[in-house]
């Protein structure tokens, strides 16, 4: 009984800093992910910046509103 008790309990504890270098792997691949998305959105601004127009305005457009079910023409 004590070797069954002593077994699992290496397992658990094996398993459990299997865990946390999996969970490290992880924090690091969404801190990189992190890091792509910045890098792409400093890039497109820095691009849209330069491509805009003499003045130094900035335009928008709002995206025409959607239809919902409750209020679509039957």
Do not use: F, H
Not at 39 to 68: E, R
Request: proline residues 5%.
């Amino acid at each position: 009984m004590k070797k069954l008790i002593s077994i699992l309990g290496i397992v658990i504890v094996s398993a459990g800093l299997s865990a946390c270098n999996t969970m490290k792997g992880v924090g690091k691949d969404v801190e990189r992910g992190g890091e792509k998305i910045q890098s792409g959105a400093s890039s497109t601004q820095k691009g849209s910046s330069t491509s805009g127009s003499s003045t130094g305005t900035t335009t928008t457009t709002t995206p025409p509103a959607s239809t919902s079910p409750s209020t679509a023409p039957k």
